[in-house]
């Protein structure tokens, strides 16, 4: 019965949010106008090379909890000249089905070179790199990074967004000591306003009291 009720309560949020947001969620720059972003899987430039099922504009949806917890890290960011910048936040389920459509496809790999160079890519669902489920999909996870201000420019994390390897873990030793120092100022800044982290990815950061910890929602990012 349990599991019944889930999959019923799952699909009628995914009909609710096709009609538009719930009071539950927002976009970000309704919250802070501030905080700067670029959504990779909205174009070419992502570890696949294409536009990615689900994203139609350049916007930022994450749960309210969420928007205003990233409001917080950016009050602190500002006074130093910097800013937030997110690459990535709520993912709808069609786009992690889409992933994983080309996971499969073992000899589309035109941005193995980038992304993944010392991966198979036969490897990357046993890797843990591709899976059925993101918590992006619960709305309250995102990718980022801080860049400077004024500029944009973002600063060194000794490894690009979205690098499939070791080089990505937060606490890799072997990049320079200042790119290391700017991982942890990330992580330190996001633990301390209500973020978890995750270990093998630098830029990856979840709620801690996250509103829909076992909702996974499908409503298109437009």
């Known amino acids: 019965m349990k ?19 719930s009071k539950k969620f927002t976009y970000l720059s309704k919250i802070d106008k501030t905080i700067q972003f670029e959504l990779r899987y909205l174009g070419n430039n992502n ?33 130093k000249g910097l800013s937030l910048k997110i690459f990535d936040a709520y993912r709808p389920q069609q786009a992690v089905d889409h992933f994983v459509r080309w996971a499969k496809v073992l000899n589309d790999t035109i941005m ?22 993101s918590g992006h999909s619960r709305g309250s996870t995102v990718d980022l990074t801080i860049v400077q201000r004024a500029s944009g420019k973002e600063l060194d994390m ?7 390897g070791e080089k990505s873990h937060p606490f890799f030793k072997k990049i320079s000591e200042h790119q290391q120092e700017n991982r942890l100022f990330l992580r330190k800044t996001m633990l301390a306003n209500g973020f978890k982290p995750y270990e093998n990815e630098w830029w990856h950061f979840t709620l801690k009291k996250e509103p829909f910890p076992k909702t996974y929602f499908n409503f298109p990012v437009k």
């Open 3 to 21: 599991k019944l009720f889930f999959f019923f309560v799952l699909n009628v949020s995914f009909s609710f949010f096709g009609q538009g947001l």
């Open 112 to 133: 193995k070179k980038y992304y993944y160079p010392d991966v198979p890519k036969s490897e990357l669902f046993d890797q843990g790199y591709i899976a059925l489920k």
């Open 47 to 79: 570890f696949i090379g294409t536009p990615i099922d689900g994203y139609y504009k350049n916007r930022v949806i994450v749960t309210k909890k969420t928007a205003y917890a990233l409001k917080k890290v950016q009050q602190i960011l500002l006074k």
């Open 158 to 164: 000794g490894s690009i967004y979205d690098f499939f």
